[in-house]
């Protein structure tokens, strides 16, 4: 008789965190791995920030915070919501949770009923679809194409609404793609969730201030609907934070209400010491912040590079992306092609031929050292994704590796 519940044995793993331990797993017996493989940039938390936890410490914040988060740093991200997106979140309307994953848990959780519709752009973060699962939400994805930077339309949206319709996730700037909603964008999709008032709108902007086309735009400062929206971000890719593991939410009221009551079941408030710091984050202006626009042109730079050097990998189809610090090209022409007789992934896998995303990832890890993630993980197995979030010079010797992999096949 089967111990674990249906739910946890219909979730999958995270894809990009499998990939990435089989990377590690590589590199402990001694093989040269490149991980372009796990979102999470290459740069150190501003050391002002740092100071600011140091002093956090020292100042005994080491006891239970509020469940949402301490009051002044629910008034500094109440600022930020207005002066970076010119939204306006009262403090009562805004949680603090233990990472960006676990801020969109909730809000799925209390919206979601089982048979509820959630509606996914395809490509998607991996996270989206099995936590509408898990909820017992019935995923309906939307595909949208390279040609069309991955970006869904407003016709599309319309018919894929229905009655049972709770629910719609995506990212922007986005996450696997790079590629991110203007604001004319934003607005038909808008104009389309105004007809349906039963239906929420999570809007994931984790990676707002990584973007390569100026102002960040959001769905939720059109007034018609946001109180159908809720703000989701965070200080992991931005702030250069991920192992302090904060997110946070703006959202109507009802909704901000039923998270706290979810997260207080489930682990109370996030760390004490990592909301100072975050605190002192949010005081940063990406405007005049140097520690942001450093890492932001950083990896402008890099993006432009690798644009180039993929564009000269036979079988690579790619846009340039907008935003984050992904790409995400179609390799679908590598499909049905033969890698060598001595490829180790031959003899891993006993098969020679490319198939499919996960089948050319592996040929790549095993053979040319580079860890990727296979596009079917995001829900468009035509791609990989390739994150620039390490160095030139690993990047360049990645792209030199892949490229020589992919000549390789026959």
Known sequence: MEILSDRILAMGESETLAMTQIARELKEQGKDIISLSIGEPDFNTPECVKEYAKQAIDDNYTHYPPVPGYADLLKAISHK????????????????????????????????NPGDEVI??????????????????KCVFIPAKLENDFKITAEQLREAI????????????????????????????AEVVKEHPQVVVMSDEIYEHINFQGKHESIAQFDFIKEQVVTVNGVAKGFAMTGW??????????????????????????CSIAQRATLKAMEMDPTTSKDIIDMRN????????VFALLNEIPGFKQRMPQGAFYFFPDVSALYGKHVPADSQFAATYKKTAIENSTDLC?????????ALVQGSAFGDDNCIRLSYATSEANLKEACRRIKAAVEAMK
């Open 81 to 112: 919501f207005k002066r970076d997106n010119n939204l306006d979140y009262d403090t009562n309307q805004i949680v603090v949770s233990t990472g960006g994953k676990q801020s969109i848990y909730q809000v799925v959780m209390a919206l979601v």
């Open 120 to 137: 996914i752009p395809t490509p998607y973060w991996v996270s989206y679809r099995e936590i509408a699962k898990v909820a017992g939400g």
């Open 162 to 189: 229905t009655p049972k319709t709770k629910l719609i996730m995506f990212s922007s700037p986005s996450n696997p793609t790079g590629m991110l909603y203007s604001k004319e964008e934003l607005r038909s999709l």
């Open 245 to 270: 593991r904060i997110g946070f939410i703006g959202a109507p009221v009802k909704i901000a209400k039923a998270c706290k009551k979810l997260q207080g079941q489930v682990t109370s408030a996030t």
């Open 298 to 305: 950083t990896f402008k730079a890099r993006r432009d590079m």
């Open 362 to 370: 592996m040929y790549l890890l095993y053979d040319a050292n580079v």
